[in-house]
């Protein structure tokens, strides 16, 4: 079994930082991508950033130039460094991994999710 913990969320003021934190523990060969995922009451869950293996990423249009996603390989851990917070980007905010693990002699991939992290920005 695979463990997904998100830590580092809270209240800012517009214009603020925030990092977030996501690590990943049990069963994991290894981790080959990481997502940052947030859904606001009434919305869908989106995508805002994310991670490969070879430590390319890619974020959403809305955070791009402010939100930086890196990653700790040996320690299975990821981080959202958040600047210029909006009251807009007020959302639970989840991490997802992607991982191969073993199953019996087996090599097999999986996602799992965090349960999230709650980040408020105010006006």
């Known amino acids: 079994q695979v463990q997904v913990v998100e830590s580092g969320g809270g209240l800012v003021q517009a214009g603020g930082s925030l990092r977030l934190s996501c690590a990943a523990s049990g069963n994991i060969f290894n981790i080959h991508h990481m997502g940052w995922y947030r859904q606001a009451p009434g919305n869908q869950r989106e995508l805002v950033a994310s991670i490969n293996s070879g430590g390319s990423t890619d974020y959403a249009d809305s955070v791009k130039g402010r939100f930086t996603f890196s990653r700790d390989k040996g320690k299975n851990t990821a981080y959202l460094q958040m600047s210029s917070l909006k009251p807009e980007d007020t959302a639970v905010y989840y991490c997802?991994?992607?991982?191969?693990?073993?199953?019996?002699?087996?090599?097999?991939?999986?996602?799992?999710w965090g349960q999230g992290t709650q980040v408020t920005v105010s006006s």
């Open positions: 997802k991994a992607g991982f191969t693990y073993y199953s019996g002699s087996w090599l097999k991939t999986a996602d799992s």
